[in-house]
């Protein structure tokens, strides 16, 4: 199985700060890495897909980028509705697999 | 709008079996593989198993291998997720999950339905 490890755990920010999570999978598996947001309560939502492509819907100033092992999922200017669990997940191979998920919590 | 809306949860005693449901609206049902992705109550999310759009192929998370079975019946838009010898670690939301095969992303996730697994 791909081990996924997301940095870090939890986060506090302001609205307007410029967040940025880190992703790490123990293998290469090229783009296959998604972003996925879930509030509390909630499905989760998908944000981006094949590392970098913005998936329909979803505001621009989410952004995601890398290749390999190392991803990176950037908020360029952190809105109130955007505070949540952020999740990556590998679609390289089965068993899909999903990090253990970032806070982005209100500073 | 894409819906897809789980029935089917509810409190079983370990060893016990549960079948949940999936009910699809709102896009070609037939067209797309689909799965069940759950969560432990505040835990993080596990991929459980796929199902190819005919139903011809299954694949599935080891940990459920032989215990559980997903299926579907296109004619009724419906996906199914069996779920026998259930055990505590089997306690979780199961969302029942379009898996879009060209992005290669779980695209549309349903509410989910809640199984508890206790004596």
């Known amino acids: 199985d791909i081990q996924m490890t997301q940095s870090p755990s939890s986060l506090s920010a302001s609205v307007g700060d410029r967040v940025t999570i880190t992703c790490r999978a123990r293998q290469r598996i090229s783009s296959d890495l998604n972003w996925y947001q879930q509030k509390p309560g909630k499905a989760p939502k998908l944000l981006i897909y094949a590392a970098s492509s913005l998936q329909s819907g979803v505001p621009s100033r989410f952004s995601g980028s890398g290749s390999g092992t190392d991803f990176t999922l950037t908020i360029s200017s952190l809105q109130p509705e955007d505070f949540a669990t952020y999740y990556c997940?590998?679609?390289?191979?089965?068993?899909?697999?999903f990090g253990q998920g970032t806070k982005v919590e209100i500073k | 709008e894409v819906q897809l809306v789980e029935s089917g949860g509810g409190l079983v005693q370990p060893g016990g079996s549960l079948r949940l449901a999936c009910e699809a609206s709102?896009?070609?049902?037939?067209?797309?593989?689909m799965s069940w992705v759950r969560q432990a109550p505040g835990k993080g999310l596990e991929w459980v198993a796929n199902i190819k759009q005919d139903g011809s192929e299954q694949y599935y998370v080891d940990s459920v291998r032989g215990r559980f079975t997903i299926s579907r019946d296109n004619a009724k838009n419906s996906l199914y997720l069996q779920m026998n010898s259930l055990r505590a670690e089997d306690a979780a939301v199961y969302y029942c999950?379009?898996?879009?095969?060209?992005?290669?992303?779980?695209?549309?996730w349903g509410q989910g339905t809640l199984v508890t697994v206790s004596s």
């Open positions: 709102g896009f070609t049902f037939s067209s797309y593989w």
């Open positions: 999950v379009v898996w879009d095969h060209p992005k290669r992303a779980f695209d549309y």
């Open positions: 997940q590998q679609s390289y191979s089965t068993p899909w697999t």
